[in-house]
């Protein structure tokens, strides 16, 4: 058995499998794609210490940072099922897709999450080139420039009050007759000068030039009436979705599927840590979620030398 089993492969399993490696102890990571949502992204201007990168760079230098040490890497390798430890001490079960089973001494969760998608036209095919789902990211690649944030919940107001402070102009649309963030962001949002709200607005689809976006069309879902945006950039904000699914009944989730944790990753379940995107960390960052892949690993190297001598 492995004395620390990671699942997931982006940036929170990549550390955390060299941490626990690190500490000359048994580590496997299996991941259905290692790189994560890294793999998906283009330009990074926020990995510290490093101005510029690309995600697919980013991706294969985690997996050869990995590779330095004895872990054994499974690729394409989707976990199904956790069974926790049948006794105080014994072995965590991961049971796979493929109808394998590892077994380990701690289990690290980081299966990060996904963006969701509006699912128009245009969406998938400009993403990257002026649809973007992280302002925190990408807000700065559209200074001076117009964009609307789809999504009136808390996660899309705060996305336009960020943005209208980088960029020319916010369109701001929800779907629902009203926004549903917090009033007292609402409030900030309606004293922007350059924010203009659309309630009732449904986004139909995404207009490029072949290129890159040039416009949005939503249709007013009291008048059925259409309308076309002229923009440089669509920031979709519509959800999150942690991929917890297959976690659900065996660890405790939050009422959004996110694995709850403690400061050190600890999670309900005895001997199973968890990090990243799929854990109920605020920020849903590259950098917060390396750091919690490490605080994780070392917490459940804390669990491993306070289990019994076998
Ligand atoms: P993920 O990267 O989501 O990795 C999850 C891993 O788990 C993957 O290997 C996946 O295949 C695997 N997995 C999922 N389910 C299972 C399962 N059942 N069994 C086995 N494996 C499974 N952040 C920044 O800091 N800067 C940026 O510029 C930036 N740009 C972004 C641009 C885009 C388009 C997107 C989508 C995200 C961006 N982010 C950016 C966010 C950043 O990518 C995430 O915060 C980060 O990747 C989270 O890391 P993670 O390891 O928690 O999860």
């Known amino acids: 058995p492995f004395d620390v089993l990671v699942v997931g492969g982006g940036p929170a399993g990549a550390a955390a499998a060299i941490y626990a490696a690190r500490k000359g102890i048994r580590t496997g990571i299996a991941a259905e794609r290692f790189g994560g949502q890294v793999l998906d992204t283009m330009a990074i201007e926020n990995f510290i210490s490093m101005p510029y990168t690309e995600g697919p760079k980013l991706a294969v230098a985690l997996e050869q940072h990995v590779r330095e040490y004895e872990v054994d890497l499974m690729n394409l390798q989707r976990a199904s099922k956790l069974v926790p430890a049948q006794e105080p001490g014994g072995l965590i079960e991961v049971q796979l897709e493929s109808g394998a089973s590892l077994k380990a001494k701690s289990v690290i969760l980081s299966t990060g999450a996904r963006w969701r998608q509006m699912g128009v036209p245009g969406e998938e095919q400009y993403r990257n080139r002026g649809v973007a789902y992280c302002p925190h990211c ?3 690649l559209y200074k001076g420039k117009r964009v609307a944030v789809i999504g009136g919940g808390n996660s899309g107001v705060e996305a336009a009050i960020d943005l209208a402070g980088i960029v020319q102009h916010v369109t701001l649309v929800e779907f629902d007759a ?13 004293s922007l000068k350059n924010v203009d709200i659309i309630t009732s607005g449904q986004t139909t689809e995404v207009l490029g030039d072949g290129k890159k976006v040039n416009g949005l069309v939503v249709k007013d879902r009291n ?16 959800g999150l979705l942690p991929n917890t699914e297959w976690l659900k009944g065996t660890v405790e989730l939050s009422p959004r599927g996110e694995i709850v ?30 750091g919690a892949g490490s605080t994780a690993a070392l917490g459940a190297f804390d669990h491993l030398i306070r289990m019994p001598a076998a």
Do not use: C, H, N, W
């Open 223 to 238: 008048s059925g009436e259409s309308r076309t945006i002229e923009l440089e950039g669509v920031f979709v904000q519509i």
């Open 178 to 190: 009203k926004l549903r963030a917090d009033e007292v962001l609402q409030r900030k949002l309606r």
């Open 261 to 290: 944790i403690d400061e050190r990753g600890a999670t309900s379940v005895p001997g199973v840590l968890a990090a990243g995107d799929a854990t109920t960390v605020p920020y849903k960052q590259i950098v917060v979620a390396m």
């Open 138 to 140: 990408d807000g700065p």
